[in-house]
T-cell receptor
Framework: GAVVSQHPSWVICKSGTSVKIECRSL??????MFWYRQFPKQSLMLMAT?????????EQGVEKDKFLINHASLTLSTLTVTSAHPEDSSFYIC????????????FGDGTRLSIL | GIQVEQSPPDLILQEGANSTLRCNFS?????LQWFHQNPWGQLINLFY???GTKQNGRLSATTVATERYSLLYISSSQTTDSGVYFC???????????FGKGTHLIIQP
């Protein structure tokens, strides 16, 4: 149980393109989903917290107009990287938990984004 | 926010050896998880262990919440255990996980 599916797993696109990444909880409802970013040979950094039916909460230094998050249902959150540039190239990974706090987070397999 | 420190940053062992990875955290936690990240980037959840001790095969973990540390033990290491091990913690506000910088483990045949 507690499977999180992330799609696509790999994207290569031209600079200026907008890219949408989907994160789905397949067998549970997730009131909260999280988006993380990992640069090569570095750790994962939390970008934003996505709450179903409300605005996302962004970490300091993360541009909310650049990284649009929508959590329209209890099983789907999307991250859109708008007008992507080479510096946005990274590994993006989402997680979801059944309830807020005192529960493990379940991670998707990640999306490797390369902007040319 | 919560701070998470892992040690050692790098560890090279021979196959069959035992290893201990440490994670220190700066505040009380509602969530502490250990992960193994494989070469494709997938995070494999090893343990959800905000307190206490758990075992799964050759792996075990202990978290002493009052002293704010957690240990991951790997016994009889195999080459397939190689990779990066992350500890991640979440405080009381359900604010998302803070990851340590990881331990890069290399098991040599």
């Amino acid at each position: 149980g507690a499977v999180v599916s992330q799609h696509p797993s790999w994207v290569i696109c031209k600079s200026g393109t907008s890219v949408k990444i989907e994160c789905r909880s397949l067998d549970f409802q997730a009131t909260t989903m999280f988006w993380y970013r990992q640069f090569p040979k570095q750790s994962l950094m939390l970008m934003a917290t996505s709450n179903e039916g409300s605005k996302a909460t962004y970490e300091q230094g993360v541009e909310k107009d650049k990284f649009l998050i929508n959590h329209a249902s209890l099983t789907l959150s999307t991250l859109t990287v708008t007008s992507a540039h080479p510096e946005d190239s990274s590994f993006y990974i989402c997680s979801a938990s059944v309830r807020s706090g005192n529960q493990p987070q379940h991670f998707g397999d990640g999306t490797r984004l390369s902007i040319l | 926010g919560i701070q998470v420190e892992q040690s050692p940053p790098d560890l090279i062992l021979q196959e069959g050896a035992n290893s201990t990875l440490r994670c220190n955290f700066s505040d009380s936690v509602n969530n502490l998880q250990w992960f193994h990240q494989n070469p494709w980037g997938q995070l494999i959840n090893l343990f959800y262990i905000p307190s206490g001790t758990k075992q799964n095969g050759r792996l075990s973990a202990t978290t002493v919440a009052t002293e704010r540390y957690s240990l991951l033990y790997i016994s009889s290491s195999q080459t397939t255990d190689s990779g990066v091990y992350f500890c991640a913690a979440e405080g009381g506000g359900a604010d998302g996980l803070t990851f340590g910088k990881g331990t890069h483990l290399i098991i040599q045949p």
